[in-house]
Structure formats: C-alpha cells, structure tokens
C-alpha cells in the first residue's frame, strides 16, 4: 500500500517504544509501508509552557506528545487489553491462591518445615526478573517477552501441580515467577506504549481493578480447591487460563517494528548477565537472612551473615550497572536520577509500609479480637473498594489537571494519618473493628491513590533527549523496589510483632521465659491455639497481641514517614494532552 503523507507528517523511524495510539480522542495509530509512524488524527497544541524548572520553584516542565499521522497498522485496544488483563488476573490471583493451602501442602509432601520456601522462590525470580523485562524488550520485541513470560507462568504453573516433593515443587515455583515477572512488567510498559501519558493514570486505575479482583479471589479459591479436588489443582488449574492469554496475544498484538533483524547471538550478547546474577544473588541472600530471622532467630549466624552480605551484594550490583555493564537492565543514568530516585523510594517505602501493615492488621483481628480468618477477610473488603477509588480517581484528577505532584504528596499524607485510628483502636484507646476498618480504609485510599501517580512520576522523570527505550527500563525497575519493599516491610514489622508479643508474654507470666516462648511459638503456628487456652491465659495472649501489633506500627510509622519525604523530592512534569 502506498504511504499517505501530510504536510505535517514526519518521517521517523519507529521502535516498539513509540506511542501506538495518538492522545487525541478516538485517533488510531498506524505504520507507514516504508517504516515511520503515522496517524489518521491530528493532534493540536496543548497550549502548555515548555518552561523547566522544580516544583519547589512553582514551576514545571510540559511534555508534549508528539504529532503522528498518517496509515496501515491499527492497533485495537478493545481487544488487546483484556488479553493483557489475563496476565494482570494471574499474577493477582497466584500470590494469594495458595496461602490457604500452604498447610495441606507441607503435610502431603512431609515438608510442613519447609514451606516457607514455597514463596521464597518464587519471589526470588519474581523480584529479580521484574528489572530485566524493561532491557529484553528492546532485545527481543514487547510481543516476544510477553509471549515467553506467558509461557513460562503457565509452564511453571503446571510444573507445581506435578510435584512429587517439596524441591520440585520450589523449582517450578521459581519458573512460574520468572514468568510472573514478565506479565507484571511488560503489561505496564505495553499500557504505556498504547495511551498517551495523561491518560495512562485511567488506565493504571483499570488496571488495579483486575489486580484487586485477582487477589480477592485467590485466597477463598485456593481453599475451595484444597478442599475438595485437592491443592494441586491451585496450581494446574493456572496453565490453561495462561494458555488461552498467550493464544489472546499471539493473534491479537502486533507492534510496528516487532520483528528484530539481528541475529539471536547478537541479542544475547545484549543481555546484561552479570548483573543480572548478581542481583540475583543479592535478593537470594536478602530473603534467606530474612526467613532465618524469622524461624530461627535474628541472633543466629545463619541469620546475621545473609543479612550482612545483602548490602555489599546489591552494592557490586550498582557497580555493575554503573560501571561495567555494556547493555545495563539498571543504568546509572536512570536509577541514580534525582527526581527518579524520589520516585523509587516513594514506592519502596509505599509499599513496606502498606504491605506491611495490610499484613499483621488481619492476624490482630484474629488472634486479639477473636474473629474468624472468614470474617477478618470481610473485614478488609471496605478498605479494598478504597484503594480502588483511590487508584480511578488519582487517574481521573490527573488526566483533567496534568499534575501529580501535590497528588502523590497528599496520598502519603493519608497514608501517615492512617496510623492514628489503627493504633487508636487496636488496643491504644479500643478494641473496635470498626475504628480499625476506617483506619485501613483511609490507609488504602492514599495508597491506591500514590502507586497510580508514582508509575507517572517515573514515566515523566524519564530525563528528556534520553533513548526511548530507557521508558520502559524504568517502569520495570520501579517493581524491583516495589518488591524489595513489600519484602522488607512485612519482615521488620512481623519481627517487631513477634519480639513484642514474647516479650509482653513473659512479663504476664512472671518472666517464664519458656512458657512465653512456647506459647508464642504455638500462636505463630496457629492462631486457632488461642481459642485452645485457658480462658485467663487466652485473654493475657489476646492483650500481648493487641500491644505487640501496636507496637509493629513503629517501625510501619518510620516508612510511612521515609514515603512522604521521598514523595516531596519528586519533581513534576505538567503532563501534556
């Protein structure tokens, strides 16, 4: 077909980087037959200020989208989105589709001690592949990524049905999250690519909608199978849902210039594998010191060496990135970037923070106030409708007003004030579930709403004049910290708690230390071993635990704090139309 040119059309060579929808309303992204990207709709100034300067200064910088015109290749959103929600769906619902099966699990394998593996391994690929996709997909091809990460979830997925024993059944966890971490990123680079950056908050909103249904879903799922056609079936019964999005894909992305032309040797030689075991490496060590702590005791050298190794790891790590590195998944110029940097430590600590607490308030709910896990999870339902609006409505307030900043700032704000009816109710003046409701939901409103506006924050920090490919670089970087953050957040806060309640055990018991430890122990194991106390001893259990949750809530309280000093930091960008 030949071209259709216009006077304003320009002829640039496209990359898979390169917008495929136009912003203007209803407009449709084309290829022309000899390579550059055209649009059928013209997109008109912004009428914005190209003036730069910080925040702090009033002022800030616009972006401006670029015009594109012209015919051949549609790409239809309608269709390609619910594939890309397949992917989203899975990832959601594996994370929590097997915590209620974790104990059927260790029992029919005889591996009830070793468990904690079962996640382990998997986050370990997750966290450390996350970073690479954003570098693959400028090797290899969006499509191609996608298509093996599906492949690879699925593959992995069915892997754990099929375990015979428990080192199996890690292995194949540990290739389900290389494939996890894939459909993670790419779907976020993929959206990107697809709307314009005004609008992209929407669409991070949509896509927080199908993250949250995935998630609720899983636990009560999970069980359901456990219970009837057995756990295997949690992990099975994924290949086929995998399948059919990787069949969704297959027909229905194509992405001008997908087809690389340079021989498979070359890209792999692009790929950046020292850093990539190093990483490797410093996540492996940082989740096994973390486990020891947990099981065995943070004064054990089985604890305190992976820990004191973790820091000099990831510092080789950087070194790599920075200095050695040809082809670099984490360069320099990117993670070390004043205002990108700011952003990283906002979701971080957002989600050492949020993960966190969202972790240890449902088990206060059982163990101190004696709810069932069932309605403990019927306690949390509010707070997730929360984060949804927050996660929509920070999307639509920025697509009318094209700023973020005073956005992000505010839902950290939020977050920080959270804490005040949390530890108010949970024992500090009350034992209330509803004040502990409100308090979750006021901490899930500015949660949703900041990790909608820090993914646009790192989209438009993104320094101006870099290549385009360093876009997606940063969208996949920003869920290493998400993932380190989520990880440290849950383990110095359940390692407060746990040292609190043993120690506030031992003090109502006249200093029995081994009494305290045992029925701390037992508690961990179980919250059902409350119920099973005498009822003098189970009300001094219920009472530890109420203080040792409110006690967690220090060290929740200095992220929240770090979060809202990272936030201030960031720089804005006025987002262009």
């Keep these: 077909m030949a071209p259709i040119t216009e006077t304003r059309a320009e002829n640039t060579v496209p990359s898979e980087t390169s917008p495929l929808i136009s912003p203007a ?51 239809n959103k309608v269709a ?16 929590t589709l097997i915590t209620a099966t974790y104990g059927k699990i260790g029992s029919d394998l005889q591996a009830l001690q070793s468990t904690s593996w079962i996640g382990t391994s998997y986050f370990l690929t997750l966290t450390t592949f996350q970073p690479l996709y954003g570098k693959l997909t400028a090797i290899f091809g ?23 024993n428990i080192t199996q059944l890690c292995i194949s966890r540990a290739v389900t999250g290389i494939g996890g971490g894939g459909m993670n990123a790419i779907v976020s680079i993929l959206v990107t690519d697809l709307v314009s950056l005004r609008d992209r908050g929407v669409w991070q909103g949509y896509i927080n909608t199908v993250y949250t249904v995935g998630m609720a879903a899983g636990a009560p799922l999970g069980g359901l199978m456990a219970d009837s056609i057995g756990w295997r079936w949690s992990f099975a019964g994924q290949f086929p849902i995998a399948a059919a999005g990787w069949i969704s894909v297959f027909f229905v992305l194509r992405l001008p210039g997908d087809t690389k032309s340079d021989h498979w040797i070359e890209k792999v030689r ?9 990483l490797m490496c410093a996540v492996f060590v940082l989740l096994l010191g973390l486990d020891n702590g947990s099981n065995l005791g943070w004064a054990r050298h089985a604890t305190i060496i992976p820990l ?12 790599i990135e920075v ?21 990283y430590g906002g979701n971080f600590f957002c989600l050492a923070f949020q993960v966190g607490v969202l972790f240890f308030i449902p088990l206060y709910l059982q163990a101190a106030v004696g709810l069932s896990a069932t309605s403990a999870g019927v306690a949390l339902l509010p707070n997730t409708i929360f984060g949804l609006c927050g996660s929509l409505g920070g999307g639509l307030i920025m697509r009318r007003t094209g ?21 108010a109710f949970a024992g500090g003046l009350a034992n209330s579930v509803v004040g502990v409701v409100i308090g979750l939901c006021v901490l899930t409103l500015g949660a949703g709403t ?24 940063a969208i996949a970087c920003s869920y290493l910290f998400r993932s380190l953050g989520a990880t440290i957040g849950i383990s110095v806060t359940t390692a407060t708690l746990q040292q609190a309640l043993r120690s506030g055990l031992e003090h109502e018991l006249g200093g029995d230390r081994d009494r305290a430890r045992a029925i701390e122990e037992a508690v961990r194991r179980s919250l059902d071993s409350v119920r099973e106390l005498e009822p003098h001893l189970a009300n001094i259990v219920r009472r530890c635990y109420a203080a040792a949750t409110r006690a967690a809530f220090i060290p929740a309280s200095v992220f929240a704090v770090l979060a809202l000093v990272a936030a201030v930091c960031i720089k804005e960008r006025k987002l262009g139309r």
Excluded: M
């Design 403 to 423: 700023r973020y900043y005073w956005l992000t700032v505010g839902g950290f704000v939020l977050q920080l004030l959270s804490i005040v009816p949390l530890v």
């Design 450 to 473: 900041t990790i909608t506006t820090l993914l646009i924050a790192i989209i438009a920090s993104v320094p101006r004049g870099e290549p385009s490919s360093d876009t997606p670089i």
């Design 142 to 164: 969006r499509r191609q990524c996608l298509l093996f990460a599906y492949a690879v979830f699925g593959l992995g997925s069915l892997g754990c049905g099929l375990a015979r």
């Design 80 to 95: 390609l989105l619910p594939a890309l929600a397949i992917g989203v769906f899975l990832i959601a619902l594996d994370q």
């Design 308 to 319: 004191a190794l973790t820091p000099l790891l990831f510092g080789v790590f950087i070194l």
């Design 270 to 278: 692009r790929i950046d594998f020292a850093g990539a075991f190093t």
């Design 323 to 343: 200095r050695f590195a040809a082809h670099p998944f984490a360069p320099g110029h990117l993670i070390l970037h004043r205002p990108l940097l700011a952003a």
């Design 25 to 75: 309303a209803g407009s449709v992204a084309h290829v022309k037959s000899n390579g550059s990207t055209t649009s059928s709709t013209e997109v008109g100034d912004t009428g914005s200020s190209n003036t730069d300067d910080d925040v702090e200064n009033g002022e800030c910088e616009s972006i401006k989208d670029a015009d594109e015109d012209g015919p051949t290749i549609q790409v």
